[in-house]
C-alpha cells in the first residue's frame, strides 16, 4: 500500500475528496451569500434553510410527483428560487434602509421558523435519497476507488460556481450587477430598474443554495437541521474569503473544504474547528478577508 | 422641452430647495450658476429623482416626472452626468461606457465618442475605470451619456478641477452636442467657460432662482453676476 507522510494513501485521498465535498457546498452557499451581500447588502441567515428547501423539494418532487434526480435539479432551484423572490418582495426588501443587524435577525427569524415548519412536517430523524442510477457506483482510479456520485457534486459544483463567476466578471449583466453593488443610484438613474435587479440576484442567490441542497440530498440524509449543520462554517467561509468577493467565497470554500478533510487525517481532534482557527487567525492578519478589497 | 415649477426638495428635515422655477427649450444649452451650497446639484438630482423628497413639478416634453422612479425618468430621455463622476472602479473602462442601456435611437455610437475624447480610446481596455484620470473620467462620464439616445443631458460641474486643455475639449463637445440637437442643462461655477457655451444662464441662491441672463447680455451684467456668485 502506498503510504505519505505515514499515512495509507487510500485513506488520505479519500479524506480529501471529502474535503472536496464539502469544500463545494461551501464554495456554493458562500457564493450566493457573497452575491446577496453586494446587491441587498444583508447577511442573508436564512441561506441554510433555503438550501434545506432545495434538498427537500427533490425529495417532495420525487416522492409525490415521480419526478427523478435531474429534473428536480433544475425544477426544485426554480421553485425554491421564485420561494426566495417572494421572501425578498413582501419582508426583506422593507429593510434595505437600515443597518445590517436587522437583515440578519430577520433572516435569522425566516430560517427558524422555516426549519421550524418542516421539522413539524417531516420530524428531524432524516429520509433517505437514492443517487440516481446513472451515478452509481464507482470508479477506480488507480490510487483510489471514488464514488461516482461524489465525483458528481465536485464537477457539478465547479462548474456552477464557474458559471456564477463568469457571468458576474464576464457579461453586462454582471457588469450591471457590480455597478449597482457600489452605486445603486446611479445605476438606476441610467434607467437600470434596480429594485427588480436586486430581486432577480435575490432569487439567484436563494436558487443556488437550492441546487446544492438538490446535490446534498443523495449523501446527507435530506432532513430540517442539514442547512444549519452547514452554515456556521460557510459563514466562516464568507468571512475569511472576504465578505461580498465572488472568487474569495468559491476559492476559500474549496480550499476550507480541503484542510478540514487533511485535519481529519493528520489531527483529527480539530477537524470541527479547524475553519474557525483559520478565521480567527486571517481576522488578525487581514481583517478585510484573504480577497477583500481595501474600503 | 423641460420645465421646472415650484421644485422644492429635502435631505430628511432640511428644506433645501424653496420652489424652483425655470425651463430649458429643446436645444438650448442652459447653465445654472450659484454659489456653493446654492442647490445647483439638488435641482439636478431631483429632475433625476435622486432625492428622498421631491414636491411640485418637473414637466419633460409635456410629461409630468415628478412621481417617477430614476429608472422611468432615465427611460423617458434625460441623462445625468454627476458631479462627482460616479466612475465605477469594479468596471473596466469600456464596461463603465457601455453600462447605461440604449433608451432612444439617435445616441453617439462608440467610434464617435472615441472621435470626441481619443483619450478613452487609448485607455479601453484599462481593467478599473477609477484608474483613470481626473479628465479621462469626467471624458467616460459625459462620454457614457452620449451613447444612450437620451437627448436632454445633465453636466454637473464637468470642467471642475480639470486641467485648461481639458476643459476646452469639454467645451468643444458641448457646442458638438448642441449641433446635434441635444438639449444641455449645465452647472458651473466657472462663468467665463459657461459664456463660450450656453444660450442662457439661471442664477441660483439658497433654493431659489433669482435672476435669468441671455448670454448676449453677459458682459452687461458682469457687476451683478460677480456680486451673486462672490467673485
Ligand atoms: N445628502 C445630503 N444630505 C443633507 N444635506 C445635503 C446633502 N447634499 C447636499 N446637502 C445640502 O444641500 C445644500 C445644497 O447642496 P448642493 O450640493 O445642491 O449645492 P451646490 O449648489 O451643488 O453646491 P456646489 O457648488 O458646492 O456643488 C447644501 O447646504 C448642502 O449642505
Ligand atoms: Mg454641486
Known amino acids: 500500500m502506498i503510504m505519505i507522510f505515514g499515512i495509507p494513501g487510500p485513506l488520505l485521498f479519500g479524506q480529501l475528496l471529502l474535503g472536496l465535498i464539502n469544500g463545494a457546498f461551501y464554495a456554493m452557499l458562500s457564493l450566493g451569500l457573497a452575491v446577496i451581500f453586494g446587491m441587498l447588502n444583508i447577511i442573508n441567515f436564512a441561506h441554510g434553510a433555503l438550501f434545506m428547501m432545495g434538498a427537500f423539494a427533490a425529495w417532495m418532487l420525487l416522492n409525490y410527483f415521480d419526478i427523478g434526480y435531474f429534473p428536480a435539479l433544475i425544477l426544485a432551484p426554480l421553485l425554491v428560487g421564485a420561494f426566495g423572490i417572494f421572501l425578498e418582495k413582501t419582508i426583506i426588501s422593507r429593510l434595505y434602509k ?10 435569522f427569524g425566516l430560517s427558524l421558523v422555516i426549519e421550524g415548519l418542516f421539522r413539524n412536517g417531516y420530524g428531524s430523524s432524516g429520509m433517505p435519497y437514492r443517487i440516481p442510477s446513472l451515478l452509481q457506483g464507482a470508479t477506480d482510479l488507480g490510487f483510489m476507488f471514488m464514488p461516482n456520485y461524489r465525483g458528481w457534486v465536485v464537477l457539478a459544483a ?11 466578471e464576464k457579461t453586462s449583466l454582471g457588469a450591471t450587477l457590480r455597478a449597482a453593488t457600489e452605486n445603486a443610484p446611479l445605476v438606476q438613474a441610467f434607467g437600470v430598474n434596480v429594485p427588480r435587479l436586486i430581486t432577480l440576484t435575490y432569487g439567484g442567490g436563494i436558487a443556488l443554495a437550492a441546487f446544492a441542497g438538490v446535490l446534498a440530498a443523495p449523501i446527507y440524509s435530506v432532513n430540517p437541521n442539514m442547512g444549519s449543520n452547514f452554515i456556521n462554517t460557510v459563514f466562516a467561509v464568507v468571512v475569511i474569503g472576504g465578505m461580498g468577493s465572488i472568487l474569495g467565497s468559491i476559492v476559500t470554500g474549496f480550499g476550507l473544504g480541503v484542510v478540514e478533510g487533511l485535519t ?3 489531527y483529527p481532534q480539530a477537524s470541527a474547528t479547524v475553519v474557525f482557527v483559520v478565521m480567527v487567525i486571517v481576522l488578525l492578519t487581514r481583517p478585510r478577508g484573504l480577497f477583500g478589497k481595501a474600503a | 422641452m423641460l420645465e421646472i415649477k415650484d421644485l422644492n426638495a429635502w435631505y ?3 428644506h433645501i430647495l424653496h420652489g424652483v422655477d425655470f425651463n430649458v427649450q429643446e436645444g438650448e444649452v442652459v447653465t445654472l450658476l450659484g454659489r456653493n451650497g446654492a442647490g445647483k446639484t439638488t435641482t439636478m438630482k431631483s429632475i433625476m429623482g435622486l432625492v428622498p423628497r421631491r414636491e411640485g413639478h418637473v414637466v419633460f416634453k409635456g410629461g409630468e416626472t415628478i412621481g417617477m422612479m430614476p429608472n422611468q425618468i432615465a427611460r423617458a430621455g434625460i441623462a445625468l452626468c454627476p458631479e462627482e463622476r460616479g466612475i465605477f472602479g469594479s468596471l473596466s473602462v469600456t464596461e463603465n ?7 432612444a435611437p439617435g445616441g453617439l455610437s462608440v467610434d464617435e465618442i472615441y472621435t ?3 483619450n478613452l480610446k487609448e485607455r479601453a481596455r484599462t481593467a478599473h475605470g477609477t484608474r483613470l484620470s481626473g479628465g479621462e473620467q469626467q471624458m467616460l462620464a459625459i462620454g457614457r451619456i452620449l451613447r444612450t439616445g437620451a437627448k436632454m443631458l445633465l453636466l454637473d460641474e464637468p470642467t471642475e478641477g480639470l486641467a485648461p486643455v481639458i476643459v476646452q475639449q469639454i467645451g468643444r463637445t458641448i457646442r458638438e452636442i448642441k449641433n446635434r440637437g441635444f438639449t444641455v442643462l449645465l452647472v458651473e461655477q466657472n462663468f467665463r467657460f459657461a459664456a463660450t457655451v450656453a444660450d442662457r444662464h439661471y442664477v441660483m441662491e439658497h433654493g431659489k432662482i433669482i435672476d435669468m441672463i441671455p448670454n448676449e447680455q453677459l458682459e452687461a451684467n458682469m457687476d451683478k453676476l460677480h456680486d451673486y456668485l462672490g467673485v
Do not use: N, Q, R
Open chain 2, 97 to 103: 461606457l457601455m453600462l447605461p442601456p440604449i433608451v
Open chain 2, 12 to 14: 430628511g428635515e432640511s
Open chain 1, 158 to 168: 465547479f462548474v456552477v460556481c464557474t458559471a456564477t463567476w463568469l457571468i458576474i
Open chain 1, 98 to 107: 437600515l443597518d445590517h443587524l436587522y437583515g440578519l435577525l430577520l433572516t
Open chain 2, 116 to 118: 470626441l475624447f481619443p
Open chain 1, 264 to 266: 481529519k487525517v493528520f
